[in-house]
C-alpha cells in the first residue's frame, strides 16, 4: 500500500532563511512523487515532480527536493523563504498502474518578517 | 490554455437534499478524478475514470455519492441525502494519461458545500 508521511503540521521560517519540510513516503512499487502548494482559498499547484531520472528536482519559486531511496525520503528544500511562500504544501505518491494520488497531511508554512 | 473548471465554486444546501458538482476537465485529458478536501480527513481520493474504462470507485464514502462522465468529458458528482459530515471542498483533477510517469494531475480551484 501506499502512503505518505509529513512529519511536521506546521512549520514557521523567517523571511530570508532556508525552508525545510520533511516527507517519507512508503511504497511496494517505485512511487511517483511530488509536492503541491495551496494558498489560502486557492487550488492545488504543482511546485515539482520526481521523474527518476534525478535524485534533485528543481521546481517552480526557487524549491528544490532530493529523492534518497535509502532514507525513503522526498524532503522540499528552498534557501530563502519570501512572504509569498506562506501556504500549505502537500506531499504526495502514486504509483504506476494505481494513478490516483495519495496526500499527506500536510505542512502548514508561515514565514515570520 | 484553459484550466480545470469546476462549477459552482460554492454551493449551500440543507442536510437531506441533492446537490451535483460539475467538472470541466482540460481539453484532451482523458483521465478524470475526484477529490474530496475537508478539515478531519485531509486530502482522499474519490474516483477515478479513464477513458470509457469502468471507473475506479474505491474511495467513494457510502452508496449516496456517485458520478459520471459523458462522452470522457465533462463529469457531474452527486451526493444524495446530504449529511453535514459531506461539507468539505470537492476537487478535480485530469491528465492527459500518455502512459508518462510521473501521473501529473492538474486540479480544479474546486467547490465548497457547506451542508446546514
Known amino acids: 500500500a501506499q502512503s505518505v508521511t509529513q512529519l511536521d503540521s506546521h512549520v514557521s521560517v523567517s523571511e530570508g532563511t532556508p525552508v525545510l519540510l520533511r516527507c517519507n513516503y512508503s511504497?511496494?512499487?517505485?512511487?511517483?512523487l511530488f509536492w503541491y502548494v495551496q494558498h489560502p482559498n486557492k487550488g492545488l499547484q504543482l511546485l515539482l515532480k520526481?521523474?527518476?531520472?534525478?535524485?534533485l528536482v528543481k521546481g517552480i519559486n526557487g524549491f528544490e527536493a532530493e529523492f534518497k531511496k535509502s532514507e525513503t525520503s522526498f524532503h522540499l528544500t528552498k534557501p530563502s523563504a519570501h512572504m509569498s511562500d506562506a501556504a500549505e504544501y502537500f506531499c504526495?505518491?502514486?504509483?504506476?498502474?494505481?494513478?490516483?494520488?495519495?496526500f499527506g497531511t500536510g505542512t502548514r508554512l508561515t514565514i515570520i518578517p | 490554455g484553459a484550466g480545470v473548471s469546476q462549477s459552482p465554486s460554492n454551493k449551500v444546501t440543507e442536510k437531506g437534499k441533492d446537490v451535483e458538482l460539475r467538472c470541466d476537465p482540460i481539453?484532451?485529458?482523458?483521465?478524470l478524478y475526484w477529490y474530496r478536501q475537508s478539515l478531519g480527513q485531509g486530502l482522499e481520493f474519490l474516483i477515478y475514470?479513464?477513458?470509457?474504462?469502468?471507473?475506479?470507485k474505491s474511495g467513494l464514502p457510502s452508496d449516496r455519492f456517485s458520478a459520471e462522465r459523458t462522452g470522457g468529458s465533462v463529469s457531474t458528482l452527486t451526493i444524495q441525502r446530504t449529511q453535514q459530515e459531506d461539507s468539505a471542498v470537492y476537487l478535480c483533477?485530469?491528465?492527459?494519461?500518455?502512459?508518462?510517469?510521473?501521473?501529473?494531475?492538474?486540479f480544479g480551484p474546486g467547490t465548497r458545500l457547506t451542508v446546514l
Open positions: 483533477a485530469s491528465n492527459p494519461s500518455r502512459g508518462e510517469r510521473p501521473n501529473e494531475q492538474f
Open positions: 520526481y521523474t527518476s531520472a534525478a535524485t
Open positions: 481539453s484532451g485529458h482523458t483521465a
Open positions: 511504497s511496494s512499487y517505485s512511487p511517483s
Open positions: 504526495v505518491v502514486s504509483y504506476f498502474g494505481n494513478e490516483k494520488l495519495t
Open positions: 475514470f479513464q477513458g470509457n474504462s469502468a471507473p475506479d
